[in-house]
């Protein structure tokens, strides 16, 4: 195998196939480099690389394939033996510590995102304690309490999901020179990450304001 274009002087061959496109440096690369494949006999006495699709565990075979060449020549030098999943773990490592990192700091912002969710509409809710004793006592329901926080939650959620879907598809966008393989926007992951934080709010809605509804109008009225 030569990359490159053949040099113009050198010897005609006959094209007999041609094959696919071939990735020699990386997986992730949108440039195919040529490859010409020559008969074995022309280059006999130089180094070439061998692929073997086998059955067997990789250090079977490569012991076997190492026994079958030195029966044919001693002399022969047999080295690099590596499974085809090694190599390309070993062409994808530059990425591999990256995209860990930005693993990591995804789920701390995604946690963070939970918590600072919880926290505010939370706050808010207690805020609106004394509000919620006043429309008790001239006789609101607790299903209506909890009516009201969990449409304030869905509508808050109606508003910020939407340009929280187009920021991480464009941080998606931004990354995606160091994604092989996989989407960088991922419907599974973004709607999973969408409903987990919807979860998320709804229960800072539901949980305070049920608290809430159930402590008695007078007690509500004198918490502040």
């Not at 002399?75 to 693993?103: I, T």
Request: proline residues 5%.
């Amino acid at each position: 195998m030569i990359n490159g274009p053949p040099d113009e002087t050198a010897e005609r061959y006959t094209i007999v196939g041609v094959v696919g496109v071939v990735k020699h440096d990386d997986l992730a690369d949108d440039h195919a480099n040529g490859a010409i494949y020559f008969p074995y006999a022309d280059y006999a006495s130089t180094s070439f690389l061998v692929a073997v699709r086998t059955q067997q565990a990789p250090e079977a075979a490569a012991s076997a394939m190492r026994a079958a060449v030195l029966r044919v020549d001693p002399e022969l030098a047999l080295h690099d033996l590596k499974p085809m999943s090694s190599r390309v773990d070993d062409s994808l490592a530059s990425r591999r510590l990256p995209l860990l990192l930005a693993g990591v700091f995804a789920g701390v912002a995604l946690v963070l995102a939970a918590v600072g969710i919880y926290g505010v509409l939370a706050y808010a809710v207690a805020q609106r304690r004394r509000e919620i004793g006043v429309r008790m006592a001239l006789g609101a329901l607790p299903e209506q309490i909890l009516r009201q926080f969990l449409t304030l939650g869905v509508t808050l959620l109606a508003i910020a999901l939407p340009l929280g879907l187009v920021g991480a598809w464009l941080s998606g966008q931004a990354m995606s020179g160091l994604l092989f393989g996989v989407s960088a926007a991922n419907p599974w992951v973004l709607g999973g990450t969408a409903v987990m934080l919807a979860i998320v709010a709804l229960l800072a809605c539901l949980l305070p304001a049920r608290s809430a509804a159930k402590v008695a109008p007078i007690e509500a009225l004198r918490s502040n």
